[in-house]
C-alpha cells in the first residue's frame, strides 16, 4: 500500500506570498495531521482534522489554515508568508478506528522563502 | 502541558558500539510512547512504540520500554551500524480520542563510523 504522499517536494517563494502544500494520507485513514520541523528542531504540531473537521491547532498565526476533503486528503495554506515559515512541513495521517493512534509521516514539503 | 526531554547530541560511535538515547517525559495520564527516525532529507519513519507501562517496543534492533515510575522511554541498540546513522526523535501522544498529536523531542542526530 502507498504511505502518506505529500507534494510539492520543495518550493521556493518570496516574503509576503501564499503557499498552498498538498496531503493524501495512508488508505483508509481519515485523520490527517500537519507539523512544522524547522532546522535543527523537532516537529511542531499545526493542525488535525478528522473527517473533514479541525479537532486540534497548535500554536500557529491565522495566517495559517488548512481544510480536509471529502477523500481525507488535505491542504495546508500559509499567507504573508514570513523568512521563518522556512521548515519542513509533514503531513501525517492515522486511523482512529483500529484503537491505535500511531501516526505515519509523509517525505515532507520543504518550503524556503526568499 | 505534554513535553519530551531527549539527550542532547550530536552522539558518534564506532560501528558495532552500544546505543543508548535518553528520553524522559512529562504529561499527565498514559501517554503512548514513540521513537521516530529521520535520514537526511527524509521525513520521519516510526521505529517503535509502546503504549503502557512496561510495554516493550522493538524494531530493527532497537529497543525501549515504557518506564512509568521514572517517566523514562530510552532507546537502546546492542550494536550499532553505519546505516543507522540519522537524527532520532522521542515523542509522546495522548492515548483517549481526542488528544492524539505528537509532541516531539528536540532529536539527537547518531553517527556511526566504520
Known amino acids: 500500500d502507498a504511505g502518506v504522499t505529500q507534494s510539492p517536494t520543495h518550493l521556493i517563494k518570496t516574503r509576503g506570498q501564499h503557499v498552498t502544500l498538498r496531503c493524501s494520507p495512508i488508505?483508509?485513514?481519515?485523520?490527517v495531521s500537519w507539523y512544522q520541523q524547522v532546522l535543527g528542531q523537532g516537529p511542531q504540531f499545526i493542525f488535525q482534522?478528522?473527517?473533514?473537521?479541525?479537532?486540534g491547532r497548535g500554536n500557529f498565526p491565522d495566517r495559517f489554515s488548512a481544510r480536509q476533503f471529502p477523500n481525507y486528503s488535505s491542504e495546508l495554506n500559509v499567507n504573508a508568508l514570513l523568512l521563518g515559515d522556512s521548515a519542513l512541513y509533514l503531513c501525517a495521517s492515522f486511523s482512529l478506528d483500529s484503537g491505535s493512534y500511531t501516526q505515519y509521516f509523509g517525505p515532507g514539503t520543504r518550503l524556503t522563502v526568499l | 502541558g505534554n513535553s519530551v526531554t531527549q539527550m542532547e547530541g550530536p552522539v558518534t560511535l564506532s560501528e558495532e558500539a552500544f546505543l543508548t538515547i535518553n528520553c524522559t517525559y512529562t504529561?499527565?495520564?498514559?501517554?503512548?510512547l514513540f521513537w521516530y527516525v529521520q535520514y537526511p532529507g527524509e521525513g520521519l519513519q516510526l521505529l517503535l512504540k509502546a503504549t503502557k507501562a512496561d510495554d516493550k517496543g522493538s524494531n530493527k534492533g532497537f529497543e525501549a520500554t515504557y518506564r512509568k515510575e521514572t517517566t523514562s522511554f530510552h532507546l537502546e541498540k546492542g550494536s550499532v551500524q553505519v546505516s543507522d546513522s540519522a537524527v532520532y526523535f522521542c515523542?509522546?501522544?495522548?492515548?483517549?480520542?481526542?488528544?492524539?498529536?505528537?509532541?516531539f523531542g528536540t532529536g539527537t542526530r547518531l553517527t556511526i563510523i566504520p
Open positions: 488508505s483508509g485513514h481519515k485523520s
Open positions: 515523542a509522546l501522544s495522548g492515548a483517549n480520542f481526542g488528544n492524539e498529536k505528537l509532541t
Open positions: 482534522y478528522y473527517e473533514k473537521e479541525e479537532r
Open positions: 504529561a499527565t495520564g498514559y501517554p503512548s
